[in-house]
């Protein structure tokens, strides 16, 4: 491996291939045609070389989790990456392979033909493994460009502690960062260039067949709220910073209200860039705790989950928990829980809490989760079930396979802050020790607990 700057690794040691007919760009996780550090880069190898540029976007049927939400919302977000590819002169290919009998190594086929090889470096969930994979079997190079964050992730070259040790660090640079990033155009177009590949159109009219065909799990329902694409991005973007991000500072902790973006979802699948919505924010002209407050979540929190999946190889484990955390556990992995349920019983929410039930309620039915109750929903997985491992094991299982926005740094440094991760010791008490605490009662004074309970019961 290779670091050629800030945001791009050579992932392999190959030359290029001198017989190339193209330049190629395996979209995985940033799914959008502007701000794009890797769609750029590309855009840029592919000038140098003289070569057309072919992007390619594949949605497999067996990875973990996959269900008609989670397609859908992929989905959701084709037919007009093709427009916009289409009238910049970039061939698109989208390929769904449906199940086992489907085309299979497409990328391999398909790098055959390529110059170079550029793609997205996501530090978590089955990206590495895939760019780990590409970068092995390539006769060419592999290129791994970071659209991550507002920050490059090597601009942090070890493990943060928690929010205070990387926020010093992310204030000295960010103005560095938070401009606008200079597109790039190709110079020779690729709409009518032949490509060894499946090519499926995708349109509104036919996802839910599209999905109906393919062998994943049919049970979690795609969200009737939360719409995939760019354009949905940035119409609820638009939405958040007029009418929300004013009052944001205070309105972000009350799931009865519609207080903070609600953009995970979007950013999670690179719909929308974190610069895009940074810059959004940065020029609008909400009150300066409000811009300051969601720059925090936005830049400092969801970096520090970044940095986290990047630089700890067991991120998706009790593993990565600090010392003092794990001693803690050890004094208290045997006291007895008193109330308990089983896996299936969480799932269906159906506990003793109306509170986190509804959270549950929340998540099952729309793909999301408020984020105030969502810190309650995790700390009270670790209070009612017999072990910390099956507690981790739960909470990881529902955040993946009902969230939208799971699967990603913010999901296992969400669901670990729950047993201390970048926090600190508090009070110590039976089950926790010194871990923090929260309870349904006091957590749900703090808003119209019984509006949001309502609400979600209509949601089902
Ligand atoms: C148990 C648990 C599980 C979580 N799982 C996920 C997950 O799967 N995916 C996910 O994106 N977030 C997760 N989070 C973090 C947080 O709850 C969500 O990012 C937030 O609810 C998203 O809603 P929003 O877009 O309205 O946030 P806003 O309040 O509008 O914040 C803006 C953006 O900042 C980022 N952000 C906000 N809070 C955090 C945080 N605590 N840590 C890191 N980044 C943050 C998100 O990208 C978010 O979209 C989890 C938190 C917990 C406690």
Not at 12 to 41: C, E, G, I, S
Not at 47 to 74: M, Q
Not at 184 to 198: A, G, T
Not at 236 to 246: A, G, M, Q, T, W
Request: aromatic share 12%; charged share 30%.
């Amino acid at each position: 491996m290779k670091r050629i700057n800030e945001r791009v690794i050579k992932l392999n040691d190959a030359n290029p291939n001198p017989n190339a007919k193209y330049v190629l760009y395996w979209m995985q996780m940033f799914k959008r045609t502007t701000h794009n550090h890797a769609l750029v880069f590309a855009i840029r190898q592919a000038n140098e070389f003289k070569l057309p540029l072919v992007v390619y976007e594949g949605l497999k049927y067996y990875y973990p989790w996959a269900s008609d939400r989670l397609h859908t919302f992929i989905l959701e977000g084709v037919e007009e990456k093709r427009k916009a590819f289409e009238k910049v002169g970039i061939r698109y290919i989208f390929y769904l392979q449906k199940d086992k009998n489907d085309p299979k190594q497409t990328v391999a086929k398909l790098a055959k033909d390529a110059a170079v090889i550029v793609t997205d470096d996501f530090p978590c969930f089955i990206i590495p493994g895939h760019n780990k994979t590409i970068a092995e079997k390539a006769r060419v190079p592999v290129y791994g460009v970071d659209s991550n964050g507002v920050i490059p992730m090597s601009k942090f070259d070890k493990e943060e502690y928690a929010a205070y040790t990387i926020r010093p660090k992310i204030k000295k640079i960010l103005d560095n960062y938070l401009k606008p990033l200079v597109e790039e155009k190709v110079q020779i177009k690729s709409l009518n260039l032949k490509v060894d590949c499946p090519d499926i159109k995708v349109n509104e009219n036919n996802i839910a067949k599209l999905v109906a065909e393919c062998d994943i799990d049919h049970s979690v329902k795609p969200s009737e709220i939360y719409h995939g694409g760019t354009a949905n991005g940035r119409k609820r973007l638009k939405k958040f910073v007029e009418k929300i991000l004013p009052e944001y500072d205070t309105a972000r902790n009350k799931p009865d209200r519609d207080g903070s973006s609600r953009l995970s979802s979007y950013l999670h699948f690179g719909f929308l860039s974190p610069l895009e919505i940074a810059l959004a924010v940065q020029e609008s002209d909400a009150p300066k705790a409000s811009k300051e407050a969601y720059l925090e979540e936005l830049i400092v929190r969801r970096e520090l989950s970044y940095n986290f999946t990047r630089h700890n190889p067991e991120y998706d484990s009790l593993e990565s928990l600090p010392a003092w955390v794990q001693k803690t556990m050890r004094e208290h992995s045997n006291d007895e829980r008193p109330v308990t349920y089983s896996p299936e019983k969480l799932e269906a929410g159906k506990t003793h809490d109306e509170l986190w039930n509804a959270a549950q309620r929340e998540m099952t039915a729309t793909g999301e989760m408020h984020n105030y109750v969502r810190m309650l929903w995790g700390k009270n997985v670790v209070a009612w079930t017999k072990s910390y491992e099956e507690a981790f094991a739960i909470l990881e299982h529902l955040n993946n396979k009902y969230c939208l926005d799971g699967r990603n740094p913010n999901s296992y440094a969400g669901i670990l802050w729950c047993f201390g991760k970048h926090d600190r010791p508090w009070m110590e008490r039976p089950v926790f020790g010194i871990i923090r605490y929260m309870t349904s009662r006091s957590t749900g004074k703090k808003f119209d607990s019984r509006k949001y309970i309502e609400w979600t019961k209509k949601l089902l």
